[in-house]
């Protein structure tokens, strides 16, 4: 369990170390109310500073693994992940929904308008934005912004500017707000970034082949499923506070 390396980033420390005391927490190792070990024995054997400690435990109280209680220390909640549900709020979670749910038609005509109508130019941007994403996922970073760029490049392609007007309308707010995953679990973050970039490749060929029902099959296959993404985490939070 230990983490000796100094030469990496204060963040990949505390993602090492918060997931050290994740598994150990939902491997069973320590149960509810139990208190995990001092801040000075957690700098001790993990080899790292107060700070990374600090943060790494911060991380597990926002997904409602641990409290730390004044003067007390560090206790566990739980070892169901579920607990993390409740820092999640429900309200953001379905406007999020909605916001999906107005986008679909329109981005699965623009889709399919930008197969037909795109010039080379705009089949260029498109990759480009593509490509943004792959590196941002290389770089262990928000895909967030490059995706509202590729959906932007999509729309711009339709040569419609009331497409793109559509979605500057909507602002920031048009790609979701609310984590499926957090972002303390790496490798469910990394895993459901490439799905969305797998979902964005079958969209991106088909308008770069020109081919407008696939394109438009590809978009709805995205939006739908992220919608369908969306109404599951909604559902267990319902659940969860049930």
Known sequence: MQVKDRSKGSGSLVTQVGESLRQAILSGQYSAGDKLPSEHELTETHGVSRTVVREAVAALR?????????????????ADPALSARKVDKARVASDLEVLEIRTPVEI????????R?????????FECHRK?????????????????LHAAIAEATNNPLFRQFLESQGSAIIPQSRLVPETRTAEQTAYRKLIHREHEAIVVAISDRDDQAARNAMRDHLVGSQARYRNLLRDLRSFAS
């Not at 889709?111 to 037909?116: K, P, Q, T």
């Not at 795109?118 to 498109?126: D, G, H, V």
């Not at 994403?133 to 509202?148: F, G, H, K, N, T």
């Open 109 to 116: 005509e623009a889709a399919g308008l930008a197969a037909l």
């Open 62 to 78: 926002s997904d409602g693994l641990v409290e730390v209680r004044q003067g007390a220390g560090i206790f566990v909640l739980g």
């Open 133 to 149: 994403i792959l590196q941002c996922i290389e770089s262990d970073q928000s895909i967030r912004d490059a995706d509202l760029e």
């Open 118 to 126: 795109r010039s080379p130019a705009q089949e260029e941007a498109i």
